[in-house]
C-alpha cells in the first residue's frame, strides 16, 4: 500500500537529478530494491550516492510547488479522476481518466517531470 504513496524509482531518480534532497521514510537502492528507513531516520539523496530517496506523493507536489513553480491538483471526473498542471505559462490536463487519486498524481507528477527536463525550460529556484 506504501508503495502506490510513494514515486516510483524511476521519478525519484528524476527529481534526484533536479535537485531533490529532502528527507525521505523510504528509498531505492542502486538494485531496484525498496526499503523503509530504519525506525525513525530519513534518508536524503545526498547523504548518499549508492540509494534514491523515495518521496511520497506530496512531498514530491510540494517540493515541485516550492522549487519549480508547478501547480497541480486533481479532481474527480464521473467515476474516474483527472488532474490539471501549471508550469509558469505553460498548462497541461489529464488526456485519460484515472482509476484513483494517487494514480492522477503519479501521473500528473511524471508529465511537470517531463516538462522540467526538457533543456530550453528554466524554472525560478
Known sequence: MIQNMVLD????ERLKLLGFNEPCLVFYTHTDK???ALKTDTIRNSEHDHITAAPTILQAMEW???KKNVIGY???SGRHW???LSVGKWDAASVDECISPADAYHEMISTALDFLERPAVSSPE
Request: proline share 6%; net charge positive.
Open 9 to 12: 524509482k524511476y521519478k525519484s
Open 34 to 36: 525498496f526499503y523503509h
Open 64 to 66: 515541485l510547488m516550492e
Open 74 to 76: 486533481t479532481m474527480p
Open 82 to 84: 483527472t488532474w490539471f
